[in-house]
């Protein structure tokens, strides 16, 4: 430990000194990843090998002076290039958003006044603070140390703390993990130690998410399935005498509009826009994974205290060892307030009670701060439960201040979440010393610190922990020289103080719809088993006679762990191994925390969350954070994850099925005296129109009304999976049989049937587009931008045997309008089957 202040430096940079130096110096920032060109974006949509494969029979149409077809294709290749590049450009933008909302940030003093940052602000000169789980910003010269210690595992791989005095040097990058520091910046951004080594890092962007990962291997199967159908086709043709050209551009048509080339910009917007909402919810996701795993979470690891309950800490009873028990009353944290006795009679502070309290006073780190204009009432500063402490001294007839400069403190042990306990040496008014250790009743009132604790008083502990109270025991001694705060023993037991922090009122409500969403929510604590136990049953998921895992009866490990939803006396580093034994069972788990020791479990959980008002590191270390800190913006966001999931898939069926459409009216036209029931133009038109704009309309459409009452899906399970795939093929199917029927008629009717085909083809993919759409929750609007997109898709393609100027392009004949009305009522029949068939079964065709 050291303490040293220097007169320099105390008022900080002015505004002014630090606007000009961050104008001459930059950023405190690792260079970004470069931002892509509109030239290398554009360059990446040509280099697609579908879209190469159409440039490649451009030429031959050019070359053929085919000019129509070459006018379509390339209007094709425009249009997706442009759909592409503004997609990604969109999806950039959000995600450039959300960085900025989870940018991580700094405490310095400006003008004299503290101040909290975005780090990327903090220049050379300024004067930073550092606290526990703050990340150091820059490198800093440290000025004021006291009990510092940093990790510097970003530097070094080295994670064990170091501890550091005034004098020395601390690195960007590195994380405080006790104590608090002060320190004047001298190197910032890339010339920091973290930029030295983040140049390297900074530049490479995330990879695919593992969704984008499948479906970029689902794209592959379909393109390579869709070039062996085409190939059929091809022979087909030729087989039956058409030109081989004609046919090879036909096929090459077909694949392209078979395989729904439009997939990864769909799924990197529907994530993206996803996470725009979530952050809208008050969630926000620091990687686009985390938006869809978040859709199959299984089980939801929560801490206790300010996530589950209030964080209102106050004392409610108190024990004194003489046996005299009292209720303690009192508006939160203001030390006003009365006791009642055990006759629930108002009661003055006996001696015995006024000791206990100046005990628990004097062993603790935290003070409340009287109301002001900004908060209209008392307000604890420290950890809350020492500040409840401190409030209930005040209650009992106790000057917080005069005590503790009356009891100055000589020497401690601070609280230590593996002793559970906390120790401190005062001078005594009347010469001497007094030691004070408060701390969990097992930790405390145990040999050889506590010899013979008085028999009643463990169980007396654990009658208050399992009505759902935190429970400290406090001992004490007096000694005439000051004790080593780590050797002193027999100390004397002086009472038990029990705090409680009520649950949030909506807490149990967050559980039960955990519940019916088929996720477990599941109970961590450092608190004692019967005090988890009793806010477990508050929260419905713990009953009488249920287990608990016991973090200090050993190793958590999957078969402890078992379907347990509480585990008591755990430590943050046991957090690591329940994740692990969690996942092991097949767990996707989300799991919340907020302080330094949580990080490594963050990382390690399928959704890490942290608290908004949590440490930087843990905030750092989260894929999701709560800007509220309230759980239930968790089962938000796992809303808005399963709802991108089921528009993804919601896309696939539509585009999939309209290509299987194509290729079988293809495949099985030349044996219904159909030869070619499509030109190249015309599949590539359909293409055009039903692909681009109405897919990625689909990707915006709402949640369904049960997306929260059916259980997560699998992540083992395909994007394909659960009937996905025989709903494309049937529905494909459908189409197809209806378009080829409608050709049929046509024909006996002696009616251009290609036309008809095409007419029936394009309005029907769009029919099912409409049908696949979200079942409207009750006062909620529809997508519109689906409905507008569908409407004018459907239009353009009336126009394309309408117009003339279009006709000739496409090769198609004119339709009456009867004609075309009766195509239309043909078209809508998959789009109603579909429905139908979703209305007798889950009640969404995509769900
Ligand atoms: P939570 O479920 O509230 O988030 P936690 O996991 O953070 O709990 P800790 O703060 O580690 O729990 O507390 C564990 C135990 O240590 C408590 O039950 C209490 O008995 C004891 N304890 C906590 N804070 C202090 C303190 N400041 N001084 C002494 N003992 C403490």
Same mark, same amino acid.
């Given at each position: 430990m050291a303490t040293t202040t220097t007169s320099a430096a105390v008022a900080g940079l002015t505004a002014q000194q630090a606007a000009s130096r961050l104008r001459i110096d930059g950023p405190n920032a690792v260079a970004a990843p470069p931002r892509r060109h509109l030239v290398t974006r554009v360059a990446h949509q040509l280099t697609d090998p579908l879209v190469a494969l159409l440039v490649a029979a451009a030429v031959v149409t050019t070359v053929l002076g085919d000019l129509p077809d070459t006018a379509v294709i390339l209007l094709v290749v425009v249009v997706n290039t442009v759909i592409g590049v503004s997609q990604e450009v969109r999806a950039d933008a959000a995600i450039a958003a959300l960085d900025q909302m989870t940018a991580p940030t700094a405490r310095v003093v400006r003008d004299a006044r503290h101040l909290v940052i975005p780090a990327a602000e903090v220049v050379q000169d300024d004067l930073v603070h550092l606290e526990p789980g703050d990340v150091v910003p820059a490198d800093l010269r440290l000025h004021e140390t006291h009990r510092f210690q940093v990790d510097e595992a970003a530097l070094t791989g080295e994670s064990v703390p170091v501890a550091r005095d005034a004098g020395a040097d601390v690195y960007a990058g590195t994380v405080v993990?006790?104590?608090?520091?002060?320190?004047?910046?001298? #190197?910032?951004? @890339?010339?920091?130690?973290? /930029?030295?080594?983040?140049?390297?890092?900074?530049?490479?962007? &995330?990879? $695919?998410?593992?969704?984008?990962?499948?479906?970029?291997?689902?794209?592959?199967? =379909?393109?390579?399935?869709?070039?062996?159908?085409?190939?059929?086709? %091809?022979?087909?043709?030729?087989?039956?005498?058409? &030109?081989?050209?004609?046919?090879?551009?036909?096929?090459? @048509? =077909?694949?392209?509009?078979?395989? &729904?080339?439009?997939?990864?910009?769909?799924?990197?917007?529907?994530?993206?826009?996803?996470? #725009?909402?979530?952050?809208?919810?008050?969630?926000?996701?620091?990687?686009?994974?985390?938006?869809?795993?978040? /859709?199959?979470?299984?089980?939801?690891?929560?801490?206790?205290? *300010?996530?589950?309950?209030?964080?209102?800490?106050?004392?409610?009873?108190?024990?004194?060892?003489?046996?005299?028990?009292?209720?303690?009353?009192?508006? *939160?944290? @203001?030390?006003?307030?009365?006791?009642?006795?055990?006759?629930?009679?108002?009661?003055?502070?006996?001696?015995?009670?006024?000791?206990?309290?100046?005990?628990? !006073?004097? +062993?603790?780190?935290?003070?409340?701060?009287?109301?002001?204009?900004?908060?209209?009432?008392?307000? $604890?500063?420290?950890?809350?439960?020492?500040?409840?402490?401190?409030? %209930?001294?005040?209650? +009992?007839?106790?000057? $917080?201040?005069?005590?503790?400069?009356?009891?100055?403190?000589?020497?401690?042990?601070? %609280?230590?979440?593996?002793?559970?306990?906390?120790?401190?040496?005062?001078?005594?008014?009347?010469?001497?010393?007094?030691?004070? +250790?408060?701390?969990?009743?097992?930790?405390?009132?145990?040999?050889? !610190?506590?010899?013979? $604790?008085?028999?009643?008083?463990?169980?007396?502990?654990?009658?208050?922990?399992?009505?759902? !109270?935190?429970?400290?025991?406090?001992?004490?001694?007096?000694?005439?020289?000051?004790?080593?705060?780590?050797?002193? #023993?027999?100390l004397r037991p002086a009472g038990l103080v029990a705090v409680g922090d009520p649950l949030r009122a909506q807490a149990p409500h967050i559980a039960a719809a955990f519940d019916d969403a088929g996720i477990h929510l599941v109970l961590i604590t450092g608190d004692h088993p019967a005090t988890a136990a009793a806010i477990g049953e508050q929260l419905g998921i713990w009953h009488d006679g249920d287990g608990l895992v016991q973090g200090d009866e050993g190793a958590v490990t999957a078969n402890g762990v078992g379907d347990q939803r509480v585990f008591a006396r755990i430590q943050p580093e046991q957090k690591l191994d329940i994740v692990a034994a969690l996942q092991e069972r097949g767990h996707v788990v989300a799991m919340t925390g907020d302080g330094v020791n949580d990080a490594p479990a963050l990382r390690r959980a399928d959704i890490g969350v942290a608290m908004g008002g949590g440490t930087e590191v843990a905030r750092q270390a989260a894929d999701l954070v709560l800007v509220d800190d309230n759980l239930a913006t968790v089962g938000t966001a796992v809303a808005e994850g399963r709802r991108i999931y089921d528009n993804i898939r919601r896309f696939l069926r539509y585009a999939l099925a309209g290509g299987a459409a194509e290729i079988l009216v293809m495949l099985a036209g030349p044996f219904l005296g159909l030869p070619v029931p499509l030109l190249p133009a015309q599949i590539l038109w359909v293409n055009l129109l039903t692909h681009g704009v109405p897919g990625v309309a689909l990707g915006a459409e709402p949640a369904e009304p049960g997306t929260m009452h059916r259980p997560p899906r699998s992540p083992q399970e395909s994007v394909l999976g659960a009937g996905l795939l025989r709903g494309v093929l049937l529905t494909g199917a459908l189409l197809a049989a209806v378009v080829l029927g409608a050709a049929v008629t046509a024909d006996a009717l002696g009616r251009p049937w290609q036309s008809v085909a095409f007419v029936v083809l394009g309005l029907g993919q769009l029919g099912i587009a409409l049908a696949v759409r979200a079942t409207p929750r009750p006062g909620r609007g529809r997508n519109h931008a689906l409905t507008v997109a569908v409407a004018v898709s459907a239009l353009l393609q009336l126009a394309a045997v309408l117009v003339p100027p279009l006709r000739d392009l496409l090769g198609t004949e004119y339709l009456s309008a009867a004609e075309l009305a009766t195509c239309a009522a043909v078209a809508t029949l998959p789009g109603l089957a579909v429905r139908l068939a979703a209305r007798k079964g889950r009640g969404t065709p995509n769900a």
């Open positions: 993990v006790t104590g608090r520091a002060a320190g004047t910046v001298v #190197r910032t951004g @890339s010339a920091s130690a973290l /930029g030295r080594i983040a140049t390297l890092v900074a530049t490479t962007r &995330p990879g $695919p998410t593992p969704l984008q990962r499948r479906l970029a291997g689902l794209g592959r199967a =379909l393109g390579l399935t869709a070039v062996a159908l085409s190939t059929v086709v %091809f022979a087909i043709g030729v087989a039956g005498g058409r &030109p081989v050209i004609e046919m090879a551009i036909t096929a090459v @048509s =077909l694949v392209v509009a078979a395989v &729904p080339e439009s997939l990864p910009a769909v799924v990197t917007l529907a994530l993206a826009l996803g996470a #725009r909402r979530m952050a809208g919810a008050r969630a926000i996701p620091r990687r686009l994974h985390a938006v869809e795993t978040l /859709g199959s979470v299984t089980l939801v690891a929560s801490d206790k205290t *300010g996530t589950l309950t209030e964080g209102r800490m106050a004392v409610q009873r108190a024990i004194t060892v003489q046996g005299g028990t009292y209720r303690v009353n009192g508006s *939160g944290y @203001s030390p006003a307030g009365d006791l009642l006795d055990e006759a629930e009679q108002p009661s003055a502070a006996p001696a015995a009670l006024r000791e206990l309290a100046r005990a628990v !006073l004097l +062993c603790n780190d935290a003070t409340i701060a009287s109301p002001d204009a900004e908060h209209p009432q008392w307000m $604890p500063v420290g950890d809350p439960m020492e500040a409840a402490l401190v409030a %209930f001294a005040g209650r +009992c007839g106790l000057d $917080p201040d005069a005590e503790r400069t009356a009891w100055p403190r000589v020497a401690e042990l601070p %609280f230590d979440q593996q002793t559970r306990r906390m120790t401190t040496v005062h001078r005594r008014p009347d010469g001497g010393y007094l030691v004070v +250790c408060k701390g969990a009743p097992e930790s405390v009132l145990t040999a050889p !610190l506590v010899d013979s $604790p008085p028999s009643g008083m463990l169980a007396e502990a654990h009658r208050m922990a399992a009505s759902g !109270l935190r429970v400290l025991a406090v001992a004490t001694a007096r000694y005439d020289a000051a004790p080593d705060p780590w050797a002193v #023993r027999d």
